[in-house]
């Protein structure tokens, strides 16, 4: 089982791996226009503006030799965009294709840059409360007051889901028992080794020194669904993250003990195979 009732220490938890998981993710930042002509093959089957094109017009072309070509390929100037991108919006005549226009314009040596006015759309990630059957436990995802608790107490998952749930892209060490991913909520968010070079296809164990992936006593399970069980499937419970790659590397024996030594090493091998977060839920009691 997954989910822990022991509600101090799943808070501390998830809120630090919720601060870690979620710096690799990518920001919806805007991104500044290339210098670049796009045109033809490059924009097909994306949805656009009808009747829009935008173009970006080199450093000192005239207004001249800007109307010379609008009116070769039959645009008309709408207006320059707000702000110092220096892209200008053009009206297409008649049924004019927006695709073939650009690609036309794209050969003009005055256009640094054109392509149709494509759409945009919101992120399909969900805001909504997931299907997972267990959810309603996580209180530090989503507290509503459940069991007595205080409402809004949690780490405001559900805000961030709104922005992403997470993705392949997010490589995250588990150094601790091991992970049994068996599990069906883990099954789909194992880390595969895209050079494996002693066996170590989904990460190694430091306690049998192979790389045969296991989980004698459920604690390294237990910490991976807590950072990434897959959210939403009907299953269990749901992580912080819904999609992640999880690469078990086993420092802690079936007692829950290991040393430094094989952490080094661990967290050297997680370093070095790429993974962006490290978690370590284990101490020392060691000066």
């Given at each position: 089982m997954l989910?822990?009732?022991r509600r101090?220490?799943?808070?501390?938890a998830v809120?630090l791996?919720?601060?870690?998981?979620?710096?690799?993710c990518?920001?919806l930042?805007?991104r500044a226009?290339?210098?670049r002509?796009?045109g033809?093959?490059?924009?097909?089957g994306k949805?656009?503006?009808?009747?829009?094109?935008?173009i970006?017009?080199k450093?000192g072309v005239s207004d001249?030799?800007?109307g010379?070509?609008?009116?070769?390929?039959?645009?008309?100037?709408?207006?320059q965009?707000?702000?110092l991108s220096?892209?200008?919006?053009?009206?297409?005549?008649?049924?004019?294709d927006?695709?073939?226009?650009?690609?036309?314009?794209?050969?003009?040596?005055?256009?640094?840059?054109?392509?149709?006015?494509?759409?945009?759309?919101?992120?399909q990630?969900?805001?909504?409360?997931p299907?997972?059957?267990?959810?309603?436990?996580?209180?530090?995802i989503?507290?509503?007051g459940?069991?007595?608790g205080?409402t809004?107490s949690?780490i405001?998952?559900?805000?961030?889901?709104?922005?992403?749930?997470?993705?392949?892209s997010?490589?995250i060490?588990i150094?601790?028992?091991?992970?049994?991913?068996?599990?069906?909520?883990l099954i789909?968010?194992?880390?595969?080794n895209?050079?494996p070079?002693?066996?170590?296809a989904?990460?190694?164990?430091?306690i049998?020194?192979?790389?045969?992936?296991?989980?004698?006593?459920?604690?390294?399970?237990a910490?991976a669904?807590?950072?990434?069980a897959?959210?939403?499937?009907?299953?269990?419970?749901?992580?912080?993250?819904?999609?992640?790659?999880l690469?078990?590397?086993?420092?802690l024996?079936?007692t829950?003990t290991g040393?430094v030594?094989?952490a080094?090493?661990?967290?050297?091998y997680?370093v070095?195979?790429?993974?962006?977060?490290?978690?370590?839920?284990?101490g020392?009691?060691a000066?």
């Amino acid at each position: 089982m997954l989910f822990s009732s022991r509600r101090n220490n799943l808070l501390t938890a998830v809120a630090l791996l919720f601060v870690l998981s979620v710096i690799p993710c990518a920001s919806l930042l805007p991104r500044a226009v290339s210098a670049r002509a796009v045109g033809g093959a490059a924009g097909q089957g994306k949805a656009h503006r009808q009747g829009e094109i935008l173009i970006r017009f080199k450093e000192g072309v005239s207004d001249s030799d800007k109307g010379n070509a609008a009116t070769a390929h039959r645009v008309r100037r709408r207006h320059q965009l707000r702000g110092l991108s220096g892209v200008e919006k053009f009206e297409l005549s008649g049924n004019d294709d927006a695709q073939s226009v650009a690609a036309q314009l794209a050969n003009d040596p005055n256009v640094e840059f054109v392509e149709p006015n494509f759409l945009v759309t919101k992120d399909q990630a969900s805001s909504t409360l997931p299907n997972d059957p267990r959810f309603a436990e996580e209180w530090a995802i989503n507290n509503t007051g459940q069991n007595g608790g205080q409402t809004g107490s949690d780490i405001g998952a559900m805000e961030a889901w709104a922005k992403t749930t997470g993705g392949a892209s997010t490589t995250i060490a588990i150094v601790d028992g091991g992970v049994d991913f068996s599990h069906p909520d883990l099954i789909n968010n194992e880390w595969s080794n895209p050079n494996p070079t002693n066996g170590d296809a989904h990460g190694w164990d430091y306690i049998t020194d192979s790389g045969t992936i296991r989980d004698d006593a459920g604690h390294g399970t237990a910490i991976a669904g807590i950072i990434a069980a897959q959210g939403n499937n009907g299953t269990g419970i749901s992580g912080v993250m819904w999609r992640a790659k999880l690469m078990s590397l086993r420092v802690l024996d079936g007692t829950g003990t290991g040393d430094v030594a094989d952490a080094v090493e661990a967290i050297d091998y997680a370093v070095s195979h790429g993974a962006q977060v490290i978690n370590i839920s284990w101490g020392t009691p060691a000066e």
